[in-house]
């Protein structure tokens, strides 16, 4: 049976719709479009079989291949949905209000049954920040953050909290994705001198820290990121300070923490200075890829020892972004970048090719994991609103524009299970397409006139540098060096290198000296007395001559000479003789 064909949800001030994916790219004429100018808030469900949206007076959901409206809620305030992983719960949010009077406002967030229509139950969530509960993949459990404390239910019955997690200032948490048992990260700022840590538990196993499965410790964290690998075996922690106190970076200040559920733990040494952009974990769960450092930024792939695999060198990047099925990798440049992609296959490291999607505020891979698409959103760009669709050999597939007074808010694709899409192999030739390439011109540098008819000598501000395999070659079995140690390797490297260059330009030099005193006298080759005394005689006169030779040009364009040296120009004359009689005792 062929694969479905992904829908590509827009939502804008043209109201929301949806556009069939590749090849046809056309509406999709099965779900009416929303014409309002005030729909808030989309979601698909994680299978992609359910689709909520608030339009500002309900909150609809449909089943995605009939357009059937299965479910309306009168929720018109509602601004954020999110689907339980098994499609029973909607959970909506609304901005907390309180009464005039400074009584406390009505509960916000709300759980409904999608299959009853039944609120299951209301919470009162103040801030918009993590406001959505989490749910492990089966639904087992699901947790929220209360007051430092992290609330557990079972089965979906909010009327009974089935188990706590209560460490002082419990400031975020994350489960962990995929099958039973549930394993939670949780992450405590430091206070008063003592160190924020990140803990992992296996749920329900909650006694203390003897009961965590690792215990990460750090400094310098105002905020942190916590990133589950897909196997649920290890997370990565980008820990941030709101500012640099060394006062080299505007971003403040990252640093990148790795931390395995078997009790490893270890800090992700990063080879350049500067901030971390994205860190993203391949789909294999064995390997992830940091961008990272003052721009032009570097991208590596790490294994689960944290040692680097492969280094993609320096480049105009701040993002990455693996495909579905983990065999391509993109590298981007987005927000204040011009835009430009790279686009590698992960098995071989070899580059597939390079769009360039200028003003893109939005990438998203499609669930095929063969096309991508790029788009241009307000409210962070104004103008120039809208997407296009990509094929990852580079060639545009489908651009749409939103017409100058419209804006384009959000696109999302319909996602789809694991297993849906089978994995095809890594093509380099570009798919053809009947849209030109949108790679925009090179803007020309400005060469003053006297300049324009010559030829262009290239001048750049940085040097990137090119990739290279990090990993060790399969003959050697020598383990791979430390930093310190190739750091060393590399300065004995360029010291001997040096060197040889010295000694090169040192035998260079030697041949044209005695070619040029010899010149002058003789065409033939320099012949030798056989006493070195006499040779080395005739070496110091010569030497002599070619200084006051020197000296005599100094004079004759109008430098004052010292008394010293005019000293030595009168002695020319009983130089030459004594060579001369040197020579010719020869």
Wanted: hydrophobic share 35%.
């Amino acid at each position: 049976m062929a694969p479905p064909v992904p829908l590509l949800a827009v939502r804008g001030s043209e109201g929301l719709y949806m556009v069939n994916g590749p090849p046809s790219f056309t509406e999709n004429t099965a779900f009416q479009r929303d014409t309002g100018k005030n729909c808030k808030a989309v979601a698909f469900s994680k299978d992609g079989s359910l689709f909520a949206w608030c339009n500002g007076e309900k909150v609809n959901i449909v089943n995605v291949t009939s357009a059937e409206l299965l479910r309306s809620f009168d929720l018109p305030k509602a601004v954020c949905l999110e689907f339980s992983p098994k499609n029973n719960v909607l959970a909506t949010w609304q901005a907390y209000t309180t009464a005039k009077d400074g009584t406390a406002g009505v509960p916000n967030l709300q759980l409904h049954d999608v299959k009853t229509g039944k609120c299951l139950k209301s919470f009162i969530q103040k801030k918009m920040q993590n406001w959505c509960p989490c749910w492990a993949d089966d639904e087992s459990i699901c947790a929220r953050n209360v007051n430092n404390e992290v609330h557990f239910f079972e089965n979906n019955n909010f009327n009974t909290i089935a188990n706590k997690l209560h460490l002082q200032k419990v400031n975020d948490f994350v489960l962990s994705p995929g099958a039973q048992p549930t394993k939670v990260a949780v992450y405590v700022p430091g206070s008063k001198g003592a160190p924020s840590f990140v803990r992992l538990y296996q749920y329900p196993n909650f006694g203390g820290p003897q009961s965590a499965l690792a215990n990460k410790s750090f400094f310098k964290a105002d905020k942190v990121t916590m990133l589950w690998n897909k196997k649920a075996t290890a997370v990565l922690v980008i820990a941030s300070t709101e500012v640099d106190k060394t006062g080299a970076s505007y971003y403040g200040e990252q640093t990148l923490h790795y931390i395995a559920t078997n009790g490893e733990s270890a800090v992700v040494q990063l080879p350049k200075n500067g901030p971390i952009y994205d860190v993203v974990w391949s789909p294999n769960s064995v390997e992830f890829c940091a961008v990272y450092g003052f721009m032009p930024a570097k991208a590596t792939v790490f294994n689960l020892k944290c040692d680097p695999v492969f280094d993609f060198g320096t480049g105009p990047r701040n993002a990455a972004y693996y495909s579905p099925h983990g065999h391509i990798l993109v590298l981007a440049g987005f927000g204040n970048l011009r835009g430009q992609m790279e686009v590698w296959d992960v098995k071989n490291y070899k580059l597939i090719s390079k769009p360039v999607a200028s003003d893109s505020t939005y990438f998203a891979w499609c669930p095929d994991g063969e096309h991508i698409v790029t788009a241009t959103c307000a409210p962070r760009l104004r103008v120039s609103n809208g997407y296009k669709i990509w094929h990852y050999t580079g060639s545009l597939l489908h651009n749409y524009e939103v017409p100058s007074n419209e804006e384009m808010w959000q696109v999302s694709w319909q996602p789809f299970l694991d297993g849906v899409f089978p994995a095809k192999a890594v093509k380099y030739q570009a798919v053809p397409s009947e849209l030109p390439s949108a790679e925009p011109k090179p803007a020309q540098a400005y060469r003053p006139p006297a300049l324009r008819n010559k030829p262009v000598t290239s001048s750049k501000l940085h040097e990137d540098e090119p990739p290279q395999n990090m990993k060790p070659q399969s003959g050697s079995s020598d383990k791979p060096l430390s930093k310190t140690a190739l750091k060393n390797q590399r300065k004995h490297e360029a010291k001997k290198a040096a060197k040889q260059e010295a000694k090169a330009d040192a035998n260079q030099e030697s041949t044209q000296s005695s070619a040029s005193q010899n010149a002058p006298r003789s065409a033939v080759p320099a012949v030798t007395s056989g006493d070195p005394e006499v040779d080395k005689k005739i070496k110091n006169l010569k030497k002599k001559l070619k200084a006051i030779e020197q000296l005599k040009e100094q004079a004759a364009a109008g430098k004052q000479l010292e008394k010293n040296q005019l000293e030595k120009i009168q002695k020319e004359t009983a130089l030459l003789q004594e060579l001369e009689d040197l020579e010719l005792g020869l």
